[in-house]
């Protein structure tokens, strides 16, 4: 039997901003979870292994718990996983502000081993399309709080690509998105990357029919700029 508490550490190496941003996910997690206690807690251990693209396997092996993947995608499932297994955080859980009873430790057999399935579908994801309900809300005073919130309960659910808000909020956030670890997908009204039509060029009917040359200049622009 191996118990993970609020002393438990994190080890492995960490070599992306989705990983690491995971595994800080769960330091938080473990932190909210359990009690302070005296005793030292089982090592939760980050190890590459032959595993498909975005899977990962959870057992125990040497009175730590593995989480063994091999790509990126693949360990942050595996870390958020553990979280909803062993801490029963839900991947709703800022949203459903869910509560946390806390307790002294969280006891796995040393017989425990899982492994995950691959996805039946390539790119899994969200458009952040109620936005105007979060674009101005603030969370300990940083905007961009809300939004980490909703790439995190994509990633929970197991997700891998976004349309990172609308015109402005899409630019805005999608750095942060993508270094989370989701792929960048465009809106509808965006193609390619492209800005509105209505915000390069005002007061002009938003027509293709009308004014293809426009459109297609937008197009260009979006493919070819280095901010997009």
């Known amino acids: 039997m191996i118990y993970i508490n609020r002393n438990s550490d994190i080890k492995g ?91 002294k430790l969280c006891e796995i057999q040393d017989s425990f081993s899982y492994e995950s399935r691959p996805f039946a579908v390539k790119y899994r994801g969200w458009f952040v399309n109620d936005e105007v309900l979060i674009h101005a809300w603030q969370v300990n005073r940083r905007k961009e709080e809300p939004w980490k919130m909703v790439f995190e309960a994509l990633l929970r659910l197991g997700g891998n690509m976004v349309i990172p808000g609308t015109d402005a909020n899409a630019v805005k ?42 459109f297609e200049k937008l197009w260009r622009e979006g493919i070819f700029s280095p901010e997009r």
Not at 73 to 100: C, H, T
Not at 179 to 197: Q, R
């Open 13 to 103: 190496d960490i070599e992306s901003d989705g990983v690491l941003y995971a595994v800080n996910a769960l330091k938080r997690d473990i932190e909210t979870c359990f009690l302070e206690v005296p005793d030292r807690g089982t090592s939760i251990l980050l190890e590459y292994g032959n595993c498909r693209e975005e899977c990962y396997s959870l057992y125990v092996k040497e009175n730590s718990l593995i989480i063994q993947a091999g790509s990126e995608m693949g360990f942050i499932y595996g870390i958020y996983e553990a979280s909803r297994r062993f801490l029963g955080v839900a991947p709703f859980w800022f949203w459903n502000d869910q509560k946390i009873d806390k307790v």
């Open 173 to 214: 956030y999608r750095d942060l998105a993508a270094s989370m670890g989701l792929a960048i997908t465009h809106h509808h009204a965006e193609p390619l990357g492209a800005e509105m039509f209505a915000r390069v060029y005002p007061g002009v009917n938003p027509s293709y029919d009308e004014h293809p040359r426009l």
